[in-house]
Structure formats: structure tokens, C-alpha cells
């Protein structure tokens, strides 16, 4: 199955008519949409909210966090009788919030769903159970987060008695709580959960043998983002990602000329369009990944790719994904901070154990560094504590470095004479 052009040409006669950007672009048809950067929506945040919302100002302050006091619960801000609006990490190298009216939640909800059933025809909400993306007024479990591993165990056991079919959770924490469980003495739960869903960052080969064996269950590695929601699934662990086609559009765009590749065999970066979003558009959305198309006897998946040797970190003698590591250095420090808007950042790599952050001027940066320090230098990301320092640019330097080919990761180090990255991920 595949997204079918009149759909695509529908949303760009919208976009045309209602999105101010694109209609400054003359948008007629789904082949003139250019590709979006973050940075460009969030620069320009008004221009791309639908004309068909009234309050677009007071949504952009909300936005741009510019309004004092604004209550946030897991990641979502109530900003009207039927806006909810969304706020990514930033671990991309740029915050943003983004909008949704509660519709578009229930159709892309239900998108999901659907994909879902076809892993699992017995999978249902009832059977279903979620560790993270709580709804806004539902409190979180604080059993998940304890310390206590009794206290952990029976947010599990208490998911069992309740005949849980699926569960919902970040890799890095079910493999946390794993790890608890075994030095407690605690038997696996061999044939308890019949499917995790791991969702929130990166799913890597270790992760998925330790849940695989501890479970004796599938996985369902979900691909997604906050902007655009689930975009594909990796049912299998061969990093082939299978696209969610009720609710997203997914192409590979050449680098350089930004053309589509339709062919496999050639590396590309993913741009993704939401194909519900109407009071924000997602529509060719260039998320950072970098993929290529794969052929298979089901037909068109795509596979993700590392990212080039610039932007692998040596950590613990091995090379890693840097901006990986980084990401999750930063989704830690987020969390205990909370959301701020910023315009740049950069994490470099001068020494095995060091990093310096760069930053744009910002009234809370040095104060978010604070945090970011605290959670590089715990033990959960390398054998030793990674050492970081700060450097504020000035307005000119982060203008400068804006206009060119901004990474949230690089090293300074010869990376030659390291290992490749190996099944255990950092």
C-alpha cells in the first residue's frame, strides 16, 4: 500500500490556500512543497499555522515560550478547548512546540492503531499498556521511576494480573528496570507481555536481545517523532522499517539537490510529511535521518543509517553515534530542567571524556548546562564521567554558524584508530 497522489495534491491545494508560507510559494501541487527544516518553521512559526485558527498570536507565544506560568504535563500544554500543543527535547539541535487539534490526535491515534491490529489482531486499548505519552490530565505512575526495585516489579506484576497483551515504554528504561529486576534476584516474566512497543529514541541490537529474552516476547520498535507521531515499525531487528502509510508520507531526498531517490541502493535524508495535520502542516519535513530505500518480498521498506565517521564520538574505545549520545545526555537533562527555547546548539568532542556545549546567547543556558553537565557526568552514558564545558556565541557567531551546515555533534578527535560500533550501543 502506498499514499496515493491525489491525497498528496489534496494537502498541497490546502497548503496553497490556507498556509500562508506556501501560499506565498504559489503552492499548486505536492511537487512544489520544498523541503522544511525545523529551524525555518520555527523562525517563522505564524506563517505556518492555518489561517482556519483564529487565535494564531497568542498560539505563537505559547509557542515560543513567551508566556509566563504555562503549565505543561508530559511534554503537552493545553492551549485551547481543543489545541493541545506538543514540545519536543530539542536534543535535535533545535526546541520546538507544535500544535494539534484534539481531531487530528484521534485520526493519527487511530492510524497507529490500525498498524497495530496487523502485528497483532488481539492487541486492543484494554490490553494495552502505556509507560509513557500519558494523556494530559492523566497522572503518571511513579512506580516506573522509583529506585525501590519491589516498587518496579509491581508496575509489571499489576500488568500482568490485568492481562496486558502490549507494552508501551522507552528502551533505555524497560533495560533499566531489567538490569533491576536480575540484581534483586527477580525470575524473568518468560511469556507475561506478548509485545513491546519501544518508542522515544533509538532501539539498539543489545536492547532488543535483553527485552527479546527477558520477555520471551516480540518487539516492536516504533519509528517515530513528536511532530509527525509514529512514522514506520522494525518488527523483525533488521533495522528494515516498515511505514505507517494510514497517517505519514516518507521519502528519501538526494543530498545536495534535495530530489527524491525512488531507487534502493542509495543513501539519502528522510523527509516525512503528516498526512492529517492541518492547523500546523508537517509536510516534507526533513527530521535529521538519513536512510535508504530496501526491497523485500513484502515490498518498499527503508533502512536507517549511521552517521558519517565526522559524527561518531569514541567513548569507552569504541566509536559510537555521537549525536545519539548526545540526545539522550540531553533528553536526561530536559526532564529535570524542563523547556526552554533556544536558537543553537552544539555538543564538540575534544577528548575521550570531554565535550565542550556551544550555545547561542540565552538567558537559561548556563543554567541548563548546570544540568546537561550533571547528566554527562553520570555513569549511565560511559564507564567514566564525561567532562563538559561551556561556550556562549556571540549573536554574529551563531548567525554565521546558522547559515551553514549546523550539526548537533562533531568531533575534533582522529577517529581512525577506533572500533566500529559494535551490538551494544551505547
Known amino acids: 500500500m502506498s499514499t496515493p497522489p491525489a491525497r498528496l495534491d489534496g494537502l498541497a491545494h490546502y497548503l496553497g490556500s490556507r498556509v500562508p508560507y506556501y501560499r506565498g510559494l504559489g503552492v499548486k501541487s505536492f511537487g512544489d512543497v520544498p523541503p522544511l527544516l525545523k529551524a525555518t518553521l520555527m523562525a517563522r512559526v505564524t506563517d505556518f499555522i492555518s489561517d482556519d485558527y483564529p487565535e494564531k498570536r497568542s498560539l505563537e507565544d505559547i509557542m515560543l515560550d513567551r508566556v509566563p506560568g504555562t503549565v505543561v504535563s508530559h511534554n503537552q500544554i493545553q492551549a485551547g478547548p481543543s489545541v493541545l500543543v506538543e514540545q519536543t527535547t530539542g536534543t535535535s539541535g533545535t ?87 536480575n540484581g534483586a534476584g527477580y525470575p524473568p516474566l518468560v511469556g507475561a507481555i506478548h509485545c513491546c512497543e519501544t518508542t522515544g529514541e533509538k532501539l539498539t541490537p ?8 527477558y520477555f520471551g516476547c516480540q518487539v516492536a520498535d516504533q ?75 513484502t515490498g518498499r521498506a527503508f533502512r536507517l543509517q549511521e552517521e558519517r565517521q565526522s559524527g561518531m564520538m569514541v567513548l569507552d574505545g569504541q566509536l559510537v553515534p555521537g549525536a545519539a549520545v548526545v540526545r539522550k545526555i540531553m533528553k536526561v537533562a530536559v526532564t529535570a530542567f524542563g523547556y526552554f527555547h533556544f ?6 568532542q575534544t577528548g575521550e571524556y570531554r565535550m565542550t556545549l556551544r550555545m547561542g546567547p540565552s538567558q537559561k543556558g548556563r543554567t541548563f548546562f548546570e544540568f546537561l553537565k550533571m547528566a554527562a557526568g553520570s555513569s549511565e552514558f560511559s564507564r567514566k564521567p564525561i567532562e563538559l564545558s561551556f561556550e556562549e556565541l556571540s549573536h554574529a557567531k551563531m548567525e554565521t554558524e546558522l547559515r551553514g551546515k549546523m550539526t548537533l555533534f562533531v568531533t575534533r578527535l582522529d577517529v581512525s584508530k577506533y572500533a566500529a560500533p559494535g551490538a551494544k550501543g551505547p
Open 343 to 348: 536558537d543553537f546548539i552544539q555538543f564538540v
Open 206 to 213: 543489545g536492547q532488543r536481545k535483553t527485552i527479546c529474552d
Open 223 to 297: 519509528y517515530g517523532c513528536i511532530e509527525t507521531w509514529a512514522i514506520a515499525y522494525d518488527t523483525t531487528g533488521d533495522a528494515i522499517l516498515r511505514e505507517l502509510h494510514e497517517n505519514v508520507f516518507v521519502e528519501i531526498l538526494r543530498h545536495g539537490s534535495l530530489e527524491p531517490i525512488t531507487e534502493p541502493g542509495e543513501v539519502g535524508t528522510i523527509a516525512v510529511t503528516s498526512l492529517e495535520l492541518r492547523l500546523m502542516p508537517i509536510v516534507r519535513y526533513l527530521n535529521g535521518d538519513r536512510a535508504e530505500w530496501v526491497e523485500d518480498a
Open 95 to 181: 526546541p520546538g512546540r507544535f500544535p494539534k487539534t484534539n481531531a487530528e490526535r484521534t485520526r493519527m491515534s487511530l492510524g497507529i492503531w490500525k498498524h497495530r491490529r496487523r502485528i497483532d489482531p488481539e492487541v486492543s486499548p484494554a490490553n494495552f499498556v502505556s509507560a509513557l505519552h500519558r494523556s494530559f490530565t492523566a497522572p503518571p505512575d511513579p512506580r516506573i521511576f522509583s529506585q525501590n526495585p519491589a516498587e518496579v516489579r509491581s508496575y509489571y506484576e499489576d500488568a500482568v494480573i490485568g492481562k496486558a497483551r502490549w507494552l508501551h515504554v522507552s528502551p533505555r528504561l524497560l533495560c533499566q528496570h531489567i538490569q533491576m529486576f
